[in-house]
């Protein structure tokens, strides 16, 4: 597979996973910084625990899972468990790249 049919793949996932408001929501609240609970987590840092963005979804946690786990597989999110909380976070540099190629086009 060439670098341009593999950029031309993830690009594809990408703009599928996004093609979901829900999901583009996530995304948009993932630059926040989370309440969460867990010590480990820093209150500074960008990004939220699952249970966040119950609150803020009113969704249920397995639904707001398969959505964090579509944009993981799609490369835009990076997620983390420590002990029972799944933290997320936005992978910056993945959305900076897509964003540079949606100018190009």
């Known amino acids: 597979m060439s670098a341009a ?14 093609a979901d408001p829900m999901r ?6 993932l630059k926040q910084k989370g309440c969460c609970s867990c010590v480990e987590v820093s209150a500074a840092d960008p990004g939220l625990c699952i249970c966040d963005l119950e609150s803020a979804l009113s969704l249920s946690q397995p639904t ?3 959505h ?7 490369g835009l999110v990076t997620t ?9 976070r936005r992978k910056e540099e993945a959305l900076d790249r897509l964003g540079e190629w949606l100018r190009r086009v």
């Open 5 to 18: 049919t593999a950029l031309d793949s993830t690009i594809d996932r990408q703009l599928k996973a996004l």
């Open 24 to 29: 583009r929501r996530i995304i948009e609240l």
């Open 64 to 66: 707001i899972t398969h």
């Open 68 to 74: 964090i786990q579509v944009l993981r597989e799609a």
């Open 80 to 88: 983390w468990r420590i002990g029972r909380w799944l933290y997320c």
